[in-house]
């Protein structure tokens, strides 16, 4: 299936405000170790990231670059123009027109498959909801249809046309049990998100510091079918533990004021519109 541009030119640029700020919320980077392990949880994205040609996207080469690139795109195909997601498509698609397997490899993946983008697309929906409830809480039928309804622009920005965003919550969760019961990890994989979920990606002294923290929340975001396939540890104690912090930190951002609560997103959409409106590069 090729490209097709209804989902961008049939979606508005208007993000209601209560969605925004549930969604806008530097908290929200909490799940991202575990939300990263899973879109790689098919073995066809895994091996794409792991085995990409493109060095100028790997995370291992230029951490600071690739996390700008994936906050901006989240920022542009959420609450950027129409304009704005079109450019940000293009510039993706150069990266993407590069990241397909070769015949000697043992797993086929092609970055334009559709269905591996909305299992990416999909992932950073449940992210997203993962944030919300810890941060606010269960929140209603009504804003709950508006924030998927909001998530459909991870898929339609690139590949997915709008048609193959499961029409509502419902159909999503149907989707969403077939996808993780076909979820795998091969040794190529784990290795990979076991050393991401350490941090192996930054410099020593950060790495030290920073890996048990960054283990342990990722472990506590994972749901428990890709926690166990991983081999990753977790017990009710953990749980509980996890648990205190979750309330801690939401504790924390009931109090901050606005420009502290949204960084560092308000600082990536201006930055990634910036870089649009200079024609300067985006990934």
């Known amino acids: 299936m090729g490209f097709t541009s209804e989902g961008i030119e049939n979606s508005s640029s208007e993000v209601p405000r209560e969605i925004r700020r549930l969604i806008v919320n530097g908290f929200a980077l909490a799940p991202a170790g575990a939300n990263v392990i899973m879109q790689l949880s098919q073995l066809g994205v895994g091996h794409g990231v792991v085995e990409?040609?493109?060095?100028?996207?790997?995370?291992?080469?230029?951490?600071?670059?690739?996390?700008?690139?994936?906050?901006?795109?989240?920022?542009?195909?959420?609450f950027g123009t129409i304009e704005e997601r079109t450019a940000l498509r293009a510039a993706v698609n150069v990266q993407h027109r590069?990241?397909?397997s070769l015949s000697t490899d043992a797993v086929r993946y092609n970055a334009f498959d559709p269905d591996l983008?909305?299992?990416?697309?999909a992932c950073m929906y449940r992210g997203v909801l993962d944030s919300i409830a810890f941060l606010y809480g269960e929140q209603d039928a009504a804003t709950l249809d508006e924030i998927y309804r909001f998530c459909a622009r991870f898929a339609t920005t690139l590949q997915v046309p709008e048609s193959a965003w499961p029409r509502?919550?419902?159909?999503?969760?149907?989707?969403?049990?077939?996808?993780v019961s076909t979820i795998e990890f091969d040794?190529?994989?784990?290795?990979?998100?076991?050393?991401?979920?350490?941090?192996?990606?930054?410099?020593?002294?950060?790495?030290?510091?920073?890996?048990?923290?960054?283990?342990?929340?990722?472990?506590?975001f994972l749901p428990r079918e890709f926690r166990d396939q991983l081999g990753l540890v977790w017990s009710p104690w953990r749980e509980a533990v996890f648990a205190g912090v979750l309330k801690a930190a939401a504790a924390v951002n009931r109090v901050l004021p606005t420009p502290l609560r949204e960084f560092p997103w308000n600082l990536t959409l201006r930055d990634a519109k910036r870089r649009i409106a200079l024609g300067r590069p985006l990934v």
């Open 98 to 100: 590069q990241v397909r």
């Open 52 to 78: 990409s040609r493109v060095a100028s996207g790997s995370l291992y080469r230029h951490p600071f670059k690739r996390t700008r690139t994936t906050l901006s795109y989240i920022m542009i195909a959420g």
């Open 168 to 179: 509502d919550r419902v159909a999503f969760e149907r989707y969403w049990r077939r996808a």
């Open 117 to 121: 983008q909305l299992w990416v697309a």
């Open 187 to 220: 040794a190529t994989t784990r290795e990979y998100l076991l050393d991401l979920a350490s941090l192996g990606f930054l410099a020593f002294p950060f790495r030290i510091v920073l890996a048990p923290v960054h283990r342990f929340v990722t472990a506590g």
